[in-house]
């Protein structure tokens, strides 16, 4: 059994302060899986947010999360 924790890098555009940050890791938090969300705000670019997760995710549901909170994907890696 792997027990090893998996980082996912969404790239998500339109994020400009702290609230946003807010309003996005409170949406990726509530994806099944998901463990632990950093953003670093970049404004005026997209922004990478570190997803932590005990299992791979579905990247349908992270960009519906995203989507969700009034956000864009711009990749995931």
């Known amino acids: 059994m792997d027990n090893t ?3 996912t890098t969404v790239d ?3 994020m400009t302060c702290a609230n946003c ?9 509530g994806v099944d899986g998901v463990l632990n ?3 670093e705000l970049r404004a005026g670019e997209a ?5 932590v997760s005990n299992a791979p995710l579905d990247e349908q549901s992270l ?3 995203v989507d969700d909170a009034g ?6 890696h």
């Open 12 to 14: 998500v555009e339109g």
């Open 47 to 51: 922004s990478p947010v570190t997803v």
């Open 63 to 65: 960009r519906a999360a």
């Open 37 to 39: 969300v950093s953003i």
């Open 5 to 7: 924790d998996r980082t």
């Open 21 to 29: 940050v807010a309003h996005v890791t409170e949406a990726l938090e």
């Open 71 to 76: 956000y864009s994907v711009a990749g995931i």
